[in-house]
């Protein structure tokens, strides 16, 4: 189990994402919003110094905190793409990207915050 310390941040981290999911739903999403996600993430979660922990957790961590990286990088090249979509099928195909994304940067704060099961 983590400590506060490690917990807090994803734990904003995931309210983050939250919004991020509501403003999908109402189709007002923006680049500027997922920015501001991607800078919770890269202002409380990155900085956090895993050698206090040991050394499975803290690996196991860092893998998660590549992954959420990674998928925030392909979350904000989704929004162009959907913006910049002419055709109907093409958009509701876009945001079905980004919902999957979504879901699965979500799956990630559960993991870390102890719903596994997500």
Not at 16 to 38: N, P, W
Not at 69 to 95: E, G, H, I, P
Not at 106 to 111: A, D, H, R
Request: glycine content about 6%; proline content about 3%.
């Amino acid at each position: 189990m983590l400590t506060d310390r490690y917990r807090q941040p994803f734990q904003v981290l995931q309210a983050s994402i939250d919004r991020l999911t509501q403003l999908i739903g109402t189709g007002e999403l923006t680049v500027a919003e997922v920015e501001a996600a991607q800078q919770v993430f890269q202002e409380q979660v990155l900085p956090l110094d895993l050698e206090d922990l040991e050394p499975t957790i803290a690996s196991r961590l860092q893998a998660i905190q590549t992954e959420i990286s990674k998928q925030f990088r392909l979350l904000s090249t989704d929004v162009v793409f959907l913006k910049a979509a002419r055709q109907s099928a093409t958009a509701t195909q876009r945001q079905g990207q980004i919902r999957e994304r979504l879901g699965l940067l979500s799956g990630y704060c559960g993991v870390v915050l102890g719903r596994e099961g997500e």
